[in-house]
């Protein structure tokens, strides 16, 4: 199969590029350089001929977004609505991911894929109305929603934590925000997993199973590195205010993924644990 993959310098972007690959699939990697997904006409002549295109285009910068949510939108939402209505145009599935901010992130169980969204974020809102722009635009569509993603080719939480133990020799970290670690290589191999079982059109959840705190991920970081774990102290959300509100909760169900026959992910520690090695910087 032929498979486009835009915004293909970003995290999870080289990790699908990768996986697909290796799955044998010919893959045309377009990086933001080579297709802004702004632009709507480069978008129709660049998926002509695809069989499967997968969106790593996306305004990931959530703190930034409260103050620049026109420029989010114009790639959060439009972008994926130029991609869906091209993707559409040459027949080809489409690939979407989104994020766990489209819930309000305060519930006290897993959200379902079909639980409503009340995104409290700016960068959550066009999130949420790219979905929304995928599911009106592509008639086939796998909407992805994953999660506290981390990964080889990027900037990410763990990366960040172990840096600072190593050099201030402790941190402090949220001890009341729960979610899924996700490692990009698992997502990426989840996508080729689920266009190979030819699943069915929909939203699926792309996340790790089982949950943890920040405080839970940065520990596991730093005794990966073999620093002592108790450098990593506890603190609350009301000590580390941020500009964009982040949800207490916010733990994603696999059912559909179930349903589909597919596999969710395997749970956070033992993924953090395979994919400690490629991740952290030696
Ligand atoms: N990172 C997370 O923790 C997380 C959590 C939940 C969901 N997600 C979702 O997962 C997906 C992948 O995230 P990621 O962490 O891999 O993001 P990332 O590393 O920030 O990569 C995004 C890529 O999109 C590119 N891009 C930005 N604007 C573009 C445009 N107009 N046209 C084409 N490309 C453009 C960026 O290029 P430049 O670098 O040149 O700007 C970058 O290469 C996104 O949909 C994100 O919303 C991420």
């Given at each position: 199969m032929r498979w486009i993959v835009v915004?293909?310098?970003?995290?999870?972007?080289?990790d699908v590029v990768a996986a697909a690959q290796a799955a044998?699939?010919?893959?045309?990697a377009?990086?933001?350089?080579?297709?802004?997904?702004?632009?709507a006409a480069a978008c129709r002549d660049a998926l002509d001929?695809?069989?499967v295109v997968?969106?790593?285009?996306?305004y990931t910068a959530v703190d930034a977004a409260e103050e620049h949510e026109a420029d989010a939108f114009t790639v959060n939402a439009v972008g994926a609505s130029n991609l869906a209505r091209a993707a559409a145009a040459a027949g080809a599935r489409l690939v979407h991911p989104s994020t766990d901010y489209v819930f309000a992130g305060d519930a006290d169980a897993p959200y379902g894929e079909d639980a409503p969204v009340a995104p409290r974020s700016a960068y959550g809102r066009t999130k949420a109305a790219g979905e929304w722009a995928v599911l009106a635009a592509s008639p086939d569509h796998l909407v992805l929603r994953t999660a506290w993603l981390y990964g080889a080719g990027g900037g990410n939480f763990p990366k960040t934590i172990v840096r600072v133990a190593r050099e201030r020799g402790?941190?402090?970290?949220?001890?009341?925000?729960?979610?899924?670690p996700t490692w990009t290589h698992d997502v990426a191999d989840l996508v080729v997993r689920l266009v190979a079982a030819e699943a069915p059109g929909g939203i699926y959840?792309?996340?790790?199973?089982?949950?943890?705190?920040?405080?839970?991920?940065?520990?596991?970081?730093?005794?990966s590195t073999g620093l002592d774990p108790e450098i990593v102290r506890p603190t609350?959300?009301?000590?580390?205010?941020?500009?964009?509100?982040?949800?207490?909760?916010?733990?994603?169900?696999h059912d559909a993924l179930r349903k589909a026959g597919v596999e969710p992910i395997g749970d956070w520690r033992r993924r953090w644990d395979e994919a400690a090695p490629s991740v952290l910087p030696k």
């Amino acid at each position: 199969m032929r498979w486009i993959v835009v915004g293909a310098a970003g995290m999870l972007g080289q990790d699908v590029v990768a996986a697909a690959q290796a799955a044998g699939h010919k893959v045309v990697a377009l990086t933001r350089a080579e297709l802004d997904v702004t632009a709507a006409a480069a978008c129709r002549d660049a998926l002509d001929g695809a069989d499967v295109v997968v969106n790593g285009a996306a305004y990931t910068a959530v703190d930034a977004a409260e103050e620049h949510e026109a420029d989010a939108f114009t790639v959060n939402a439009v972008g994926a609505s130029n991609l869906a209505r091209a993707a559409a145009a040459a027949g080809a599935r489409l690939v979407h991911p989104s994020t766990d901010y489209v819930f309000a992130g305060d519930a006290d169980a897993p959200y379902g894929e079909d639980a409503p969204v009340a995104p409290r974020s700016a960068y959550g809102r066009t999130k949420a109305a790219g979905e929304w722009a995928v599911l009106a635009a592509s008639p086939d569509h796998l909407v992805l929603r994953t999660a506290w993603l981390y990964g080889a080719g990027g900037g990410n939480f763990p990366k960040t934590i172990v840096r600072v133990a190593r050099e201030r020799g402790g941190v402090d970290v949220v001890d009341d925000q729960r979610g899924q670690p996700t490692w990009t290589h698992d997502v990426a191999d989840l996508v080729v997993r689920l266009v190979a079982a030819e699943a069915p059109g929909g939203i699926y959840h792309a996340t790790s199973s089982g949950d943890g705190t920040w405080f839970d991920f940065a520990r596991a970081a730093v005794a990966s590195t073999g620093l002592d774990p108790e450098i990593v102290r506890p603190t609350t959300s009301e000590a580390f205010v941020r500009p964009a509100p982040r949800p207490a909760y916010s733990v994603l169900g696999h059912d559909a993924l179930r349903k589909a026959g597919v596999e969710p992910i395997g749970d956070w520690r033992r993924r953090w644990d395979e994919a400690a090695p490629s991740v952290l910087p030696k």
